[in-house]
């Protein structure tokens, strides 16, 4: 071709995309590898956050920043760096440590948002979920549903944190979020041991037939005792040559909803790993994004190109479809959390496990 | 119409019905209401039987006859006097005392037929499910979904008398009966205290992650000791004047499947009621048909037009749509027996409550 | 063993069973075979009964009985001769021709039953099914969902004849049915050539957002028009070499529900089935019952240890595990009802084909 | 507070605030109501296309721009100027106008993202889905469920336009995708009226019983033929003074998958609205975001604060939750996308309708 007719082709293109710009309107075929990559490529980069850095700045917010209505928690958000702008830990996940000092209350409010709790270390908080007080302590993890008033308050001398999981992106990207102020004084000041929601709803495999029907998992606290007996099962089992871990030295429990036996959030699923003293996990990708928390013990993780040591309280963020795998050499106990209902909600899931 | 007239059309008529039984028909309109009455008009009647007098029996057939391949099981059933010539509790319900001398063995098999084993009191048997054993205790509710192989040895000095739940008579009505022999050596000597399906299953809200599917209920064991406290912790809560009872003081659990939150058999609902001292239930009429036994107190039974004084250990029967109400005076657990799911399945489900 | 020894024994046994007959109990161990066969083996016997038998006494009993209140229908039911007693076709379903002269009418009532009606033959009667008359014409297949009130009236000069199907069997043994009068006077006497439920839903996938919630199929009747596309469909895209039959020779649709996409009714399974001149079906086991009508053509049947050649009209009953299998020389249309919804929805579905 | 002493604590803060920026971290307190607000707060505008804008650009687009290998599609996506940097229509939805000039292919490819065709003019042009050649004319939906190989090629003399929906802006958000292309030559170069999926299942109520099982709707086109009698016979029946509109006037019908008789696609709802003469809609929030194109006739579109008059091709898009009102004074068709089977999916379907 000319050079003259070049130069013509190409103001008659320029003349095109300006157009196109003037219209409200984008040609496909400049960026549809961009937007559709043959496997998913996440602006989501893989994070650590040591739990040696977040806890003393929580401990210091604390000392700084008053909590109450506006803000209504003082929680903070884990920013995943490949989200400039953000302060998501994934594209659909939210993770925060949350800290309330000696005596402080956290006000009522409730959102579209689906929320959980993971306990990893002290006690003397107790959440009132739609009034049913709901004590927090080490290993528990406690849901708070879409739209259930909740309020958090803390009953002792003694500051708590611990870590809230959400699925704020994910609302915030589709525009799903509807948010509402509760009364100002806390619904209940009691403490008891037990919350009425477990009496009624946690037994194993018994269904109380009179309590009214719940529109999302009726069961909102999950004690580490249970949690901790579940797991200690499967290695039994695997010592006794019986079926029940995930892989060897790997067990593995989904946190539920009795009232379903699906997964005990809507948008979020909850599990608990439990990785034996020299065990190894086969690396996986996973459609789906995740964030983990160390609660017991030591490991080392891989996670894309990345590595990273892991001691108690340490959190990491695992973009969508990067290889994870998972090395312990004295046992390690991890919380993980993931947007897997959405990708299965909507025929998206997807799993590959590379062979040992 | 002249006598001759009615009697040459009678004539006619005769020679009609004759064609139709020659030609296998049959008219509807001389049997209509019959068939398709305004209400469920059962040939099952409301039945007592008292455990004084099946418990002796059942020892009785002990000393007479063995346990063993062919008839495969000492179990006697209660066969409903409305339904004579069959061995049917209800026309949907087999419900049988099972008897099992000291170190007798009731040999492998398995069915299309869904059973369950309720125990009224005793211990020392083991039932072998798919080759798990599982332990027998007083109050405790063993599932032996359908073609799961199932054997029972009872490993004490003492003898051991269970009550057995199947679906025998629905499955025969309609012709959907497989059955199997299995080895005839026991799978399994082994006599944990749990077994293996609740270690991996029997704890609240969690799944594990790594386990087998199973098609049936995964959890084959419901303890007493879980059953008891989730009745107590409904009363309690009606104490303190939250929800959770089904109706004033009358708890109600559900033995459920826990890897999908629906009845724990297909076919068979099983439920555990506690009356609190004093209490009453509603007369009640349910599309479908129960058997209840009494497995703690006292009560009175008033079912259609019978009255029942209950005593441990006895069982009733509840024709579909009869009027049912119980008073207690000082307390009553009972273990009940339906075919409710069955009726859920087909869209035939149908309670009326009367209004106290 | 002495003799005296030996009838020492008899006599107590003869007690034991004695005390068993008086407390309304029954042994398994003497009955178990009976009970629990290895594989269906239903009282229900393979039956055929002649078109040309049943019109002209289904004409006879239109000239003797009347139709009105009370008897509510001219139904004449195909009465299994192994079901003695009964006027069912098998031991869950009922088949029966009805029949209603020039301008008769069928009264108003509902039931839990579910219904259908298959013509073979003629025009000119409406069933009126809530209100909204429904044209009964040659090939089409009409529904009458359990509690839906319907009414029949024939509007023409000419008697007419078709096929009824119900579960009143299943229904009647495990107590499910409730029966309810309607008003004498018909609801509507109009005679659309397209009903209601048609012209909202009978539109291929597409679903009437405006349409009010139904609790059973919204459509109400499916055409021969499209009955007959669809078969031929497949046959034709047999011989481009494209999947779609059955297996060869053999196309089949199933009727079903297009607000659920599952069967038209909730215990009744309604097929249509094409052989292709030349064609036959591997033999097949199907656990649950079935009853076919042959609609065009002519076949052969092999059921069990039975052969029947099937003309136009004629019905022939399939027990429960009987092996089935079908030859036309010149091709046949056959519909087909069967009992396996329940079989599916109380997990009891199987089936077993011969490798041809 | 003294001057001096908030200046030392706002120095504090200062310090925090970086420490939490050096650490990957971001407070909730400063930012909570831009996540979290009362209601969907859309970045998206509402926003208008003009077909006699769209469609001469995509001609020009024709002239200069090669379509194949690599760009994949000629295809000019409708940008949302609330979106700047995207060119996404919603923050789900992806919406375009696809260009193909006489006798052009585009090649083979597949991917996650779930797509439709919808055709507001002209014919010639096959989609070939899976290798069933599938004729697009004017006024059909066709389908491309996710992964699901498929090309296009113009077998005329004539240029062809439609419009293309997709959910590609959810699925890179969540990182879901996956892309892959397919042969370089056309699978196919049949060209018949009707494609084979709709051979199998394009009957109403009809299930073809031998057909594969679709991951997806097996049903891939569906005819404006259908669509306008389903849209005719409930405006005939609102005359007739029966149900069936969705309100005064206003006719819906939604394209449905009728294999499961849930929306056609996993992730967006199709729907085609037809307006009566002198109709009007009631103002209607939904959570949840659409794109309207009018198929025929004019109307006013009222959506937050802006007001449109839609001609014939126009397309306009609605955030979530903003008010919508349409008018038409001599009647309109309107093909309608949304992102709500998501919602549905998620739990988070939520819809307000303003009173009349």
């Known amino acids: 071709m000319s050079t003259t007719k070049a130069a013509v082709q190409q103001a008659e293109l320029d003349e095109l995309y300006s157009a196109f710009k003037a219209a409200h309107m984008a040609p496909l075929w400049t960026q549809r590898e961009g937007l559709m990559p043959d496997t998913p490529r996440s602006d989501a980069v893989p994070t650590l956050w040591k739990w040696a850095t977040l806890l003393p700045l929580a401990e210091r917010s604390g000392a700084l ?31 925060a440590i ?36 709901v004590a927090m302590r080490r290993g528990d993890l406690l849901l708070t549903p879409g739209m259930h008033f909740h309020e958090h308050h803390n009953t ?42 477990e009496r009624l709803w946690g037994h194993p495999g018994l269904t109380p037939v009179g309590a009214p029907t719940a529109k999302a998992s009726p069961l909102l606290a999950y004690r580490w005792e249970h949690t901790d007996a579940a797991l200690r099962a499967q290695l039994e089992l695997e010592d006794e040559g019986y079926p029940g871990v995930l892989e060897a030295g790997h067990a593995v429990v989904r946190f539920t909803n009795p009232a379903t036996a699906r997964d005990a959030l809507s948008t979020i699923r909850c599990e608990m790993h439990r990785l034996r003293p020299g065990a190894s996990t086969a ?38 479809w990067a290889p994870v795998s998972l090395t312990s050499e004295n046992g390690m106990d991890a919380f993980r959390f993931s947007d897997e209902p959405v990708f299965a909600a909507l025929g998206l899931a997807r799993t590959a496990r590379a062979e040992s």
């Open 65 to 95: 920043v008053p909590v109450g209505r506006g803000g209504e928690r003082r929680a903070i958000a884990l920013a995943n760096p490949g989200l400039p702008g953000t302060a998501y830990a994934t594209p659909t996940l939210w993770a």
């Open 98 to 133: 949350q800290y309330l000092g000696p005596l402080e209350e956290a006000p009522s409010h409730r959102h579209t948002q689906t929320a959980f709790r993971f306990v990893i270390e002290g006690e003397g908080v107790w959440t009132n979920v739609e009034g049913d007080p």
């Open 156 to 197: 002792g001398e003694r500051a708590m944190a611990w870590i809230d999981g959400l699925d704020i992106p994910l609302v915030r990207q589709i525009d799903a979020g509807f948010f509402e102020l509760g009364p100002d004084e806390l619904a209940t000041r009691d403490t008891p041991t037990t919350s009425r929601n």
């Open 283 to 320: 690396t996986t990708r996973i459609a789906g994004s995740a964030v983990w928390q160390v609660f017991h013990g030591t490991a080392t993780a891989r996670i894309g190109d990345e590595t990273y040591r892991l001691d108690r309280g340490d959190l990491f963020a695992v973009p969508s």
